[in-house]
């Protein structure tokens, strides 16, 4: 069965330190990954995908993610995290039958 | 260019009363789904429609939930008879295509039963 885990349910960071959010995935296949972002109230907005070829993707506000299969991982980055990036990060992997498999998600916490 | 749509953004019930939440998707959008969000909790999946069909709906509990989405106007999610376990955030999603192009997501309908 498809499974996504984010082993960390909270992160807390200081301001123009470097951030990675775990992220975990049971799938059969090639899975297709996201992240995506929840500010409080809010819906959600996507960071990045990955569908295939090259496994390290780009994505906006200055964020990147790591797909590697060995580990069953698509672990989130950023070299120097912002205070406007204090949010609810999700993890997905899209499945067939058209649904996306959430994490339960890791809340950012930046100090100054 | 508008994104999803959603309202309304709040909604108090009394149990036992019914809940309407509406969704409109992305211009263009054909694909909608619909999730839940428990509090502390992840996204879940609930169903999925296309233009007057529901493709998935294994999501969705057996009993008091239905959507649709007809050919003209929004996605209606209904939630009949509520109870306090429904209080929650729903979310709706559009896609152009299928799942492969990611998601736009609405702002939610925070759902609170009394």
């Known amino acids: 069965a498809q499974s996504v885990t984010q082993p960390d349910i909270h992160i807390t960071v200081s301001e123009g330190a470097s951030l990675e959010l775990r992220c975990n995935y049971s799938?059969?296949?090639?899975?297709?990954l996201f992240w995506y972002v929840q500010s409080p109230g809010q819906g959600l907005q996507l960071l990045l995908k990955?569908?295939?070829?090259?496994?390290l993707v780009q994505g906006i506000k200055g964020f990147e993610a790591e797909f590697k299969r060995s580990q069953s991982s698509f672990n989130l980055r950023k070299p120097s995290v912002h205070w406007s990036d204090a949010a609810e990060y999700f993890c997905?992997?899209?499945?067939?039958?058209?649904?996306?498999?959430f994490g339960t998600g890791t809340s950012l916490t930046v100090i100054p | 260019n508008a994104g999803v749509m959603q309202n309304p953004r709040h909604l108090v019930r009394r149990r036992g009363q019914e809940a309407r939440l509406r969704c409109s998707p992305v211009?263009?959008?054909?694909?909608v789904y619909w999730y839940r969000q428990l509090p502390e909790e992840g996204l879940k999946f609930m169903v999925y429609?296309?233009?007057?069909?529901?493709?998935?709906e294994s999501g969705m509990p057996k009993e008091r939930f239905s959507a649709e989405f007809p050919k003209e106007g929004p996605s209606i999610l209904r939630i009949q008879q509520v109870v306090r376990g429904d209080s929650a955030a729903y979310f709706c999603?559009?896609?152009?295509?299928?799942?492969?192009?990611?998601?736009?997501f609405g702002s939610g309908t925070r759902l609170t039963v009394v």
């Open positions: 990955y569908f295939s070829g090259d496994t």
């Open positions: 429609l296309q233009k007057e069909n529901i493709i998935d």
């Open positions: 211009k263009g959008h054909s694909h």
């Open positions: 999603a559009s896609s152009p295509r299928s799942y492969e192009d990611p998601y736009t």
């Open positions: 997905a992997v899209g499945a067939t039958g058209n649904q996306f498999y």
């Open positions: 799938y059969g296949a090639t899975p297709y």
